[in-house]
């Protein structure tokens, strides 16, 4: 089976929030998160990713209904484990949720979900989550004490944190890409569906390939990135062609 590909589009909520923050619903609010939901789509994205905050720092609800309602892909809505964002999700009803650490200081997600430590909460949220039809997956660090506990939530799936591989120093990327296997070995034995995501480009997306068991990955960054990039210069010659049709006084 391919792997599949979750596009995050958060980051292009966050350009938008750079000029629009207080008005993000105006008319002239750009960039577009459901325009990108639908590049994705057509670049072959096989599901939506996106991250409501409870400080609504980039992606706002109506961003995640308009998304909802109009793009033909499944929506995989990451969210803190807070009974606002529960609230959210059952309005919402996401094909997915991913269950995330959040605090109001972190730039992204920065680490796994405590699931042990905080593992009734969780587990409460994964059930009344599941009880209404949305698939959920735990976001977690790639070690096997959270495996197990994640698998006792009831979840179906687990994500696991790549950050740590993808910010190692190549002396230690074989000894992340272990305990990253280790964690998705643990994680199939136990019935988990097994997804991947946070810092994943494209030049150490093949180093997962020792990783067993993946089913799907979660990458922005690094594809809004690479948008930008391949994207300046014919945004650069359409304002050029534009410019072009000043009227010159003869
Ligand atoms: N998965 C989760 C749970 C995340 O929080 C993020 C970042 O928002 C990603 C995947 C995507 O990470 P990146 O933007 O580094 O590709």
């Given at each position: 089976?391919?792997?599949?590909?979750?596009?995050?589009?958060?980051?292009?909520?966050?350009?938008?929030?750079?000029?629009y923050a207080r008005a993000p619903?105006a008319?002239?609010?750009?960039?577009?998160?459901?325009?990108?939901?639908?590049?994705?789509?057509?670049?072959?994205?096989?599901?939506?990713?996106?991250?409501?905050?409870?400080?609504?720092?980039?992606?706002?609800?109506?961003?995640?209904?308009?998304?909802?309602?109009?793009?033909?892909?499944?929506?995989?809505?990451?969210?803190?484990?807070?009974?606002?964002?529960?609230?959210?999700?059952?309005?919402?009803?996401?094909?997915?949720?991913?269950?995330?650490?959040?605090?109001?200081?972190?730039?992204?997600?920065?680490?796994?979900?405590?699931?042990?430590?905080?593992?009734?909460?969780?587990?409460?949220?994964?059930?009344?989550?599941?009880?209404?039809?949305?698939?959920?997956?735990?976001?977690?660090?790639?070690?096997?004490?959270?495996?197990?506990?994640?698998?006792?939530?009831?979840?179906?799936?687990?994500?696991?944190?790549?950050?740590?591989?993808?910010?190692?120093?190549?002396?230690?990327?074989?000894?992340?890409?272990?305990?990253?296997?280790?964690?998705?070995?643990?994680?199939?034995?136990?019935?988990?569906?097994?997804?991947?995501?946070?810092?994943?480009?494209?030049?150490?997306?093949?180093?997962?390939?020792?990783?067993?068991?993946?089913?799907?990955?979660?990458?922005?960054?690094?594809?809004?990135?690479?948008?930008?990039?391949?994207?300046?210069?014919?945004?650069?010659?359409?304002?050029?062609?534009?410019?072009?049709?000043?009227?010159?006084?003869?």
């Amino acid at each position: 089976m391919p792997l599949l590909l979750g596009v995050n589009i958060d980051h292009i909520a966050t350009l938008r929030q750079a000029r629009y923050a207080r008005a993000p619903e105006a008319f002239n609010a750009e960039p577009s998160p459901l325009l990108a939901a639908f590049d994705a789509l057509a670049g072959g994205a096989d599901s939506l990713t996106l991250h409501v905050r409870s400080d609504r720092r980039h992606m706002q609800d109506a961003d995640a209904f308009r998304i909802r309602a109009k793009v033909p892909l499944p929506l995989n809505l990451e969210m803190g484990v807070t009974a606002e964002m529960l609230t959210l999700a059952l309005k919402l009803q996401p094909d997915f949720a991913c269950l995330v650490p959040e605090s109001r200081e972190e730039i992204t997600t920065e680490g796994g979900l405590e699931v042990a430590l905080r593992f009734e909460p969780t587990r409460m949220a994964v059930t009344r989550l599941q009880e209404a039809g949305i698939r959920v997956s735990l976001f977690i660090d790639p070690d096997l004490p959270q495996v197990e506990a994640a698998a006792r939530t009831g979840a179906r799936m687990i994500e696991l944190h790549t950050g740590c591989f993808a910010n190692a120093p190549e002396a230690a990327r074989d000894a992340e890409i272990q305990r990253l296997a280790a964690a998705a070995q643990a994680g199939h034995a136990a019935g988990l569906q097994v997804n991947a995501g946070h810092g994943i480009n494209y030049s150490n997306l093949t180093r997962l390939w020792a990783v067993p068991h993946l089913v799907e990955l979660n990458i922005g960054h690094s594809i809004v990135a690479r948008a930008l990039h391949s994207g300046l210069t014919p945004a650069v010659r359409a304002m050029k062609e534009l410019m072009a049709t000043y009227p010159t006084l003869t």
